[in-house]
């Protein structure tokens, strides 16, 4: 396993021990990597089978929008598994990676609420009568 941004010390069965990582003592410790791995596995499979059975009624941009709030939520909650990567993390409440997620979690809930308010609008103006949509592309 690699042994960059190592997981807490735990004593769980599943722990490794990364012996090629000499910044940190040789205990078990959290395989965040496989965390982080197996969930972006599962939810690209998970949207890909979104995107296969919905692909003709799927609002465009909103597989985009679940991709970035599940993958950053999930990132925010792995963070508290990993060792801090910097010293002035150690003071902070939340690491960087942490607060990095917060921006791209709301990124993605915009693009969420955009997806479907525009494919809303798009299907209000496919059902109107000739002569509004008409007028609403003018």
Not at 73 to 89: D, G
Request: hydrophobic share 45%; glycine share 4%.
């Amino acid at each position: 396993m690699n042994s960059e941004i190592v997981g807490k010390a735990t004593s769980v069965p599943w722990a490794f021990i990364f012996v090629n990582n000499t910044e940190f003592s040789p205990v078990p410790r959290h395989p965040s990597q496989l965390y982080e791995a197996i969930s972006c596995f599962i939810l690209c499979i998970v949207l890909y089978l979104i995107w296969r059975r919905y692909k003709t009624n799927l609002p465009q941009g909103l597989t985009t929008g679940i991709f970035m709030v599940v993958v950053f939520t999930l990132r925010f909650v792995y963070e508290f598994y990993k060792e801090n990567q910097v010293t002035f993390e150690d003071q902070m409440t939340y690491n960087l990676g942490q607060l990095l997620s917060v921006p791209a979690v709301l990124f993605g809930l915009v693009g969420i609420f955009w997806a479907i308010r525009r494919h809303e609008t798009s299907i209000f103006l496919n059902s109107a009568p000739q002569s509004v949509r008409q007028n609403e592309s003018k």
